[in-house]
């Protein structure tokens, strides 16, 4: 029902009039809390994690074929927020790639 999504909208709100500059790729409210997902690495992630005063302590990493994966979480406006930050691979420098004969 859409009114179960109302205290995550006026969640996501508060995070506008508070931060209006901070990232935003995509913003998922769902009747259990609100996700932010940030496609931008490490730096719109970091933006995020201290906007909302997220120790580093408590980022959890996750390595993946297609990079890196950061994710907390916390309250803000009484709503649970989990931003997810993606990472691209970091390229291989050239001399350790061997050429296949």
Do not use: C, Q
């Not at 995550?8 to 998922?28: F, M, Q, R, S, T």
């Not at 649970?80 to 061997?98: E, F, H, W």
């Amino acid at each position: 029902m859409l009114l179960d999504l109302a205290t995550a909208v006026a969640a996501v709100n508060a995070l506008i009039a508070k931060h209006p500059l901070l990232p935003a790729d995509e913003i998922v409210p769902s009747s259990s809390g609100v996700s932010v997902h940030l496609h931008g690495g490490f730096a719109d992630f970091e933006a995020w994690r201290e906007a909302l005063d997220i120790p580093t302590a408590e980022v959890d990493f996750h390595t993946r074929a297609g990079g890196t994966t950061m994710r907390a979480e916390t309250e803000f406006a009484s709503v649970l927020i989990a931003i997810v930050g993606y990472s691209s691979p970091v390229a291989a420098p050239a001399g350790a790639l061997k050429a296949v004969a």
